[in-house]
């Protein structure tokens, strides 16, 4: 069984701090994402990553950026954080493409964090 | 227009009965789909693949309609437990090998007793 694995499940942290978060997988997957999820809007990607030392941008990169050292840790960080980045942050991973079929993506439990 | 859309629902259906889904989406090149289940406060997980002769798993059955460029997603006699959000997911547009997948923001199904 795959597994994802978030640091932590609830987080509190205040304006302005610089917040990581962890995110861990134990299938060698090649890619890893980060994304955060808000009532009524959906999943939102924030950042990916398809190999190590290599990112792109999401949707919705401001406020993030991301390090992929390692090709099992993918972390995001806020640089300064904000109120309205107060969400549920998921990271997921998967497997390239085989032939023309993309793999599906596997989800961590998530981290809820609040920004005061 | 965006790439995958779904109504939002919710669907209110009595245990037992049948629901149906369906998704559209924008990419006619995109050739993987999923369904994914997502219960409140928790992580979205993969329900099915979604494959071009239509799959089957227990009580829920998937097709896809590349004509028409949508995916349905069936679920016969439903059970308390069905009560969850449904993203249907598909291969973005200009999809490189990045793993990159596009959600829905989902279907909200509630069984009722």
């Known amino acids: 069984d795959v597994k994802v694995t978030q640091s932590s499940r609830y987080l509190v942290k205040r304006t302005g701090e610089k917040v990581f978060l962890e995110c861990v997988q134990d299938?060698?997957?090649?890619?890893m994402f980060w994304y955060r999820q808000d009532p009524g809007l959906g999943l939102r990607l924030i950042y990916f990553?398809?190999?190590?030392?290599?990112?792109e941008k999401g949707d919705i990169p401001e406020g993030y950026s991301v390090s992929r050292e390692k090709k099992e840790r993918f972390s995001l960080i806020l640089e300064s954080a904000s109120t309205n980045q107060t969400s549920m942050y998921l990271c997921?991973?998967?497997?390239?493409?085989?032939?023309?079929?993309?793999?599906?993506?596997?989800f961590g439990d998530g981290t809820r964090l609040s920004i005061l | 227009r965006k790439e995958v859309e779904q109504d939002p629902g919710p669907f209110n259906v009595p245990e037992g009965a049948t629901v149906a889904f369906n998704c559209t989406y924008s990419?006619?090149?995109?050739?993987?789909f999923f369904w994914y289940r997502q219960d409140c406060r928790k992580e979205p997980k993969l329900l099915m693949s979604?494959?071009?002769s239509g799959n089957e798993d227990g009580r829920f059955t998937a097709q896809l309609n590349r004509a028409s460029q949508y995916i349905s997603l069936l679920i016969r006699d439903s059970k308390l437990s069905d009560s969850a959000t449904y993203l249907c997911?598909?291969?973005?547009?200009?999809?490189?090998?990045?793993?990159?997948?596009?959600f829905g923001q989902g279907t909200t199904l509630q069984v009722k007793p």
């Open positions: 979604v494959y071009s």
């Open positions: 997911v598909v291969t973005p547009r200009g999809s490189s090998n990045t793993g990159k997948l596009i």
């Open positions: 997921a991973s998967n497997r390239s493409r085989r032939g023309i079929l993309d793999q599906p993506q596997h």
């Open positions: 990419n006619s090149a995109s050739q993987s």
């Open positions: 299938m060698d997957h090649e890619n």
């Open positions: 990553s398809y190999d190590v030392k290599m990112k």
